[in-house]
């Protein structure tokens, strides 16, 4: 009596392959919310403009220079201010973080031992996990009060505190991206530079620099964009009050310190200043929208490809 064999593979090939296929939808589910996540932001964030637009003029929204919505006789939405004290900070934390998270990254990527980079670099890393409520009272509680010692007349609030810690937030960003940036470049690169007699410091500034600039750039960029959309930390550091002013010592107010305001203030639903959010918070999303398509055009730009 003879019995045929069991195809013990095509079994096991009919259950890859359903594996396989659970997968992939799986995935795709997981992708699929991310982007109906993000079309949704966008939905709420236009119905709710729109119902702003529709009782203030766009033009004197952007042209505007005095933001007051509370006055009860003469409310005022012009969004200049608010986006000035946002660019303030902005630049001013940028001006710290690239140029200190860039010399990070070099050293890290050219100079540090291995054990040194297994110890600073993770170091670095738990700046980023702080919350940013702590970085708001580290401003108020010891970056101000340093300020206030040489220059009597500052206030509790001012941009050139919060612009301080915004920077230090974004350190780690800087110069995490930028090190990985800089360790993809091959070694070969480097030999050949010090082949010629290159000295290190030329290796790293001649050669890797320009070698990862495409990476570097897009780091920045990402980083700013985490500076313009900085909220408690700002909140705290920097006040509440909009206007344009080129004094660093100053008070001012952030687009998204206006958003915490009405969202945790006593604006009625449906009224115009609490349609003023949606109108905020939009052109917050179109301002890093845009940063982070400059990001992916100039990584695609000035990549570097190497065999």
């Not at 593979?9 to 109906?36: H, P, Y």
């Not at 529709?54 to 006789?73: C, F, H, I, K, M």
């Not at 344009?244 to 305001?261: H, L, R």
């Amino acid at each position: 009596m003879s019995t045929e064999p069991i195809d013990l593979s095509r079994e096991d090939n009919n259950v890859g392959s359903l594996v396989d296929r659970a997968a992939k939808w799986i995935f795709f589910s997981c992708a699929l919310v991310t982007v109906l996540t993000t079309l949704a932001i966008i939905v709420v964030l236009l119905d709710g403009a729109i119902d702003f637009f529709a009782e203030v003029s766009v033009v004197e929204y952007l042209t505007g220079t005095t933001w007051n919505p509370r006055d009860a006789t003469d409310p005022s939405y012009g969004v200049l201010p608010l986006v000035w004290g946002t660019l303030v900070v902005t630049i001013g934390s940028a001006l710290i973080a690239l140029p200190v998270g860039t010399l990070t990254a070099i050293y890290l990527s050219e100079y540090a031992d291995e054990r040194v980079r297994r110890t600073v670099k993770p170091t670095l890393e738990i700046l980023a996990g702080i919350p940013t409520i702590v970085y708001g009272f580290f401003a108020l509680s010891f970056i101000t009060p340093i300020i206030q010692y040489f220059y009597a007349d500052v206030g509790t609030f001012n941009v050139l505190s919060g612009a301080i810690v915004v920077g230090i937030m974004i350190i780690p960003m800087v110069s995490s991206i930028s090190e990985d940036a800089m360790s993809s470049v091959p070694d070969s690169l480097r030999n050949a530079a010090y082949g010629l007699g290159a000295t290190k410091f030329e290796v790293s500034t001649q050669v890797v620099l320009p070698a990862s600039l495409s990476g570097i750039l897009a780091a920045y960029i990402l980083a700013i964009s985490r500076a313009i959309g900085e909220t408690m930390a700002v909140t705290l550091a920097v006040g509440m009050l909009p206007q344009i002013t080129m004094s660093p010592f100053a008070e001012m107010q952030t687009m998204t310190a206006y958003m915490v305001e009405i969202g945790t203030g006593d604006a009625s639903v449906g009224s115009i200043g609490y349609m003023s959010l949606f109108a905020i918070g939009l052109t917050l999303f179109v301002m890093t929208f845009l940063m982070n398509v400059g990001s992916m055009w100039i990584r695609s730009r000035y990549r570097e490809e190497y065999q």
